[in-house]
């Protein structure tokens, strides 16, 4: 069994920043890539930015420049920075992680963290 727990949501005024954290427990023979996904009301979940175990990154257009991603493998963490928010950035914020439990690979997901940005 494998546990992801995220923290580091709240609210926050246009151009504030916030700084995401998710651990990983459990099970965890070797944990891929790790990545940060967000859900707006009414609309799909979209990929914000993943990580590869070797540091490899890919980001969403719409946060290039604006959001970091990064990880702690000594301590099974991702962590999501972001700065200059928007609105548009508000969203329920979903950790997953790419885990091998031998002998197959399992996309595990958070509980979610919540995003506001607003004046």
């Known amino acids: 069994q494998v546990q992801l727990v995220e923290s580091g949501g709240g609210l926050v005024q246009p151009g504030g920043s916030l700084r995401l954290s998710c651990a990983a427990s459990?099970?965890?023979?070797?944990?891929?890539?790790m990545g940060w996904y967000r859900q707006a009301p009414g609309k799909q979940r979209e990929l914000v930015a993943v990580?590869?175990?070797?540091?490899?990154?890919n980001y969403a257009d719409s946060v290039k420049g604006r959001f970091t991603i990064s990880r702690d493998n000594a301590k099974n963490t991702v962590y999501l920075q972001m700065n200059s928010l928007k609105p548009e950035d508000t969203a329920v914020y979903y950790c997953?992680?790419?885990?091998?439990?031998?002998?197959?690979?399992?996309?595990?997901w958070g509980q979610g963290t919540q995003v506001t940005v607003s004046s």
């Open positions: 997953n992680a790419k885990v091998v439990v031998p002998p197959a690979e399992h996309a595990y």
């Open positions: 459990g099970r965890l023979f070797r944990i891929n890539a």
């Open positions: 990580i590869t175990s070797g540091g490899s990154t």
